[in-house]
């Protein structure tokens, strides 16, 4: 199956909108014993007491062949103290949904670093392990990658990581843990459409035969071809002298427009915690609408009904990411009335979809009929006036 322009964009590094940041120091840098330097220290203690007591030199032996690679790795450690800064991208992804994300490394000490592990313990997948960093000389800077995974949607404006080195013996390993002002966006998980909604979508918008110049059509001017358009609509001249696909737009052909009505809404009465189990499905139904809807080169009309009613019409990438920022941080309300001016603002399009995101479904008359209800257990339904 072929990338949305929505997963394009996303996975496109160069579509992030602002500069990574620059750490210039960590937050906590702490040396710490590892397993194997407590076993180790176990042991001494335990030969230092029989030395001690017995005054056996079999014993202070061992006592000096176990202190000496403690008190070497120690020393390494204090000589080679990590100074890192760090890069962090802005990040947008799908919850439960694995990315690979790449962190910039530069070592700002004057001392090289070896055997680094990174991870960020919040994203971590467990079963893929921690980004590995063998050599860091002085002075430079890599590029170190590691498999993460938000688990649910949201928007932390933080990232934080954790740096670990054990080198040289593993007795003894410094730890740093900082926290970067970064923004990641977890957008819901997305879930199918029922068949029947899938194949009203595409009929609803599928576009004329933009080929050719009809007798109610004439030549209007040229814009970016968006992806899944038709491409017998493409300027192939001008395409070729800017570099990128550019398309005829036509006076006369209707744009292909859908609207997508999210309501938050709980039923009356209904405690908070109602709808939460469901909410999730539905907020991955309306992100998989949204990406359908643009992928077809068609306008979404959005709602969004909460404590107040959001709409927009989105007709590309960049616009859609402010409909799933609401989507990855919405949460049920408590039922209220739409207010008159809300209803007008509720229009048409060539296909309505109404998902009752809260479990509330809103029977008005000055609503329109025939408006495609998706609930769960039921795909679809029709909404009486």
């Known amino acids: 199956m072929s990338p949305s322009p929505v997963d394009q964009e996303r996975n496109d590094p160069a579509s992030t ?11 906590r840098r702490s040396l710490e014993l590892t397993p ?11 030969t230092a007491g029989a030395a001690l007591l017995t005054g056996d030199d079999n014993a202070r032996l061992a006592a000096a062949m176990i202190a000496s690679p403690l008190l070497i790795d120690l020393l390494v450690k204090l000589v080679r103290v990590p100074r890192l800064h760090f890069e962090v991208p802005e990040r947008r992804t799908h919850a439960r949904a694995s990315f690979l994300e790449s962190v910039q ?4 000490g004057h001392a090289t670093l070896r055997d680094l592990t990174l991870r960020e313990p919040k994203l971590t997948v467990h079963t893929a392990g921690p980004g590995h960093v063998p050599h860091l000389p002085a002075g430079r800077g890599l590029a170190c990658r590691m498999v993460l995974r938000s688990k649910s949607r949201g928007i932390a404006m933080q990232r934080s990581l954790r740096v670990e080195t054990g080198w040289p013996l593993g007795f003894l390993r410094w730890t740093i843990q900082l926290t970067i002002p970064r923004r990641i966006v977890t957008e819901p998980a997305r879930a199918e459409l029922p068949a029947d ?3 009203a979508l595409a009929e609803a918008t599928t576009r ?10 004439e030549f209007h001017s040229l814009r970016e071809y968006r992806y899944g358009e038709d491409a017998r609509s493409v300027h192939a001249r001008r395409s070729a002298s800017l570099g990128t696909l550019v398309r005829r737009v036509l006076r006369g052909l209707p744009e292909p427009d859908v609207s997508l009505v999210l309501d938050l809404r709980r039923p ?7 709808g939460a189990r469901d909410l999730d499905l539905h907020l991955g139904r309306a992100a998989r609408l949204l990406d359908v809807t643009l992928a077809r080169g068609a306008t979404l009309h959005c709602a969004i009904i909460d404590d107040t009613l959001w709409t927009a019409s989105l007709d590309t990438p960049r616009t859609a990411r402010a ?9 049920t309300v408590e039922h209220r009335p739409l207010t008159d001016a809300e209803i007008e603002r509720l229009s048409s399009a060539s296909l309505t979809v109404w998902i009752p995101g809260g479990g509330h479904v809103e029977h008005h008359p000055d609503l329109q009929t025939g408006i495609r209800l998706i609930q769960q257990g039921e795909p679809t339904g029709e909404v009486a006036s």
């Open 208 to 217: 004329p035969d933009a080929g050719r110049l009809g007798e109610e059509q």
């Open 17 to 27: 909108p602002t500069a990574p940041v620059r750490t210039e120091r960590p937050i």
């Open 268 to 274: 009356p009465g209904m405690p908070n915690n109602y």
């Open 323 to 331: 409909a799933l920022d609401r989507l990855a941080v919405a949460r």
């Open 105 to 108: 490394i530069a070592n700002a």
């Open 197 to 199: 909604l899938a194949r």
């Open 36 to 46: 194997r330097g407590r076993i180790a220290l176990i042991l001494l203690h335990l």
